[in-house]
């Protein structure tokens, strides 16, 4: 199973971002999936989460500003970002939760979480 997030890059005050995160691999479940972000010099924190019925939770800091949305035909997990502001610069990380398929084509007895690569939001003037 492997993330991969995309999307990030250099965006002025007050403008708009997409992340996007897809999951890859022989896929049976994506229960809780969630964005994070890490700015230099502090400790990862949730932005969004979704879980597998829909239920979104957000960080107070970026309620109103952030949506969290998944598409589970396509194993994908996206964030929109708006008003972004110099404080949401950041490495923006994807996280799944994801019950898998072995060669043999049983499933994992549990799910297991994973992380993306991380993409880089620098929100500037």
């Known amino acids: 199973v492997q993330l991969q997030a995309s999307g990030g890059g250099l965006v002025q005050i007050g403008g708009f971002l997409k992340l996007s995160c897809g999951v890859l691999g022989r896929i049976f479940e994506i229960q809780d999936m969630g964005w994070y972000r890490q700015a230099p010099g502090k400790q990862r924190e949730l932005v969004a989460s979704i879980t597998i019925a829909g239920n979104t939770h957000y960080a107070d800091s970026l309620m109103g500003r952030v949506t969290i949305s998944r598409d589970d035909a396509k194993n994908t997990v996206d964030l929109q970002m708006s008003d972004l502001k110099p404080e949401d610069t950041a490495v923006y990380y994807c996280?799944?939760?994801?019950?898998?398929?072995?060669?043999?084509?049983?499933?994992?007895?549990?799910?297991?979480?994973?992380w993306g690569q991380g993409t880089q939001v620098t929100v500037s003037s």
């Open positions: 996280k799944a939760k994801v019950r898998y398929y072995h060669p043999d084509d049983t499933v994992s007895g549990r799910a297991y979480e994973y």
